[in-house]
């Protein structure tokens, strides 16, 4: 069961759900509006290989904003920290960053309950697109689970910035 905007108030009143900064007018119908952080993170090699940490570097993003090449692949992070013990969050891009050619989040956009932190964001730019520090680029639901809940404490708990893939250390 999705919550509505109105419940997405009233469960951070009460400590439930978790969002800073938080902003009322940030809620929607029944999502709470994220922004784009001020850096990107980018791999430095041309093969990825999940076996093997990654080299990337991570850099701001210009006040005057940064054209993404088409085709280019970054990982921003959200402004906001987020998360829930109570909800499962779900992340997603706001329908109008997809009709300017930006993927967001097309994958792994479903959040451990207990976890919190930044939000990675996966941009895939389909066409040059320019991208501000700040910008309203995705939007988080809140979902109610249906059974016992576990708490995440996985690799990715408490992500500050964008973060880049840890897949490796799952490999042994």
């Known amino acids: 069961m999705i919550l ?5 108030f009233n469960q951070v009143e009460k400590g439930r759900i ?26 430095k090699s041309n093969v990825l290989d999940p076996k093997v940490k990654q080299e990337y570097e991570i850099f701001s993003i ?15 992070a959200t402004l906001e920290k987020v998360g829930s013990d109570h909800f499962v ?43 501000y520090p700040g910008m309203c680029l995705a939007q988080v639901t809140f979902w109610e689970p249906v059974g016992d809940i576990k708490l995440y404490s996985g690799k990715y708990q408490g992500s500050e ?12």
């Not at 210009?62 to 921003?76: A, E, I």
């Not at 050619?101 to 941009?123: K, M, P, R």
């Not at 910035?161 to 042994?172: H, L, M, N, T, V």
């Open 18 to 43: 978790k969002i800073s900064p938080f902003y009322e007018e940030q809620i929607t119908t029944n999502s709470y509006d994220l922004h784009l952080g001020d850096q990107l993170l980018r791999y």
């Open 89 to 131: 969050p779900i992340l997603h891009a706001k329908s109008g960053t997809a009709r300017r050619g930006l993927f967001v989040h097309v994958t792994a956009d479903l959040i451990d309950i207990g976890s919190y932190g930044n939000l990675t964001l996966q941009l895939y730019a389909t066409l040059p697109v320019k991208v």
């Open 161 to 172: 910035g964008p973060r880049a893939s840890e897949i490796y250390r799952d490999f042994k």
């Open 62 to 76: 210009p006040k005057d904003g940064l054209v993404l090449p088409q085709g280019s692949f970054h990982l921003g």
């Open 4 to 8: 509505t905007g109105q419940e997405i």
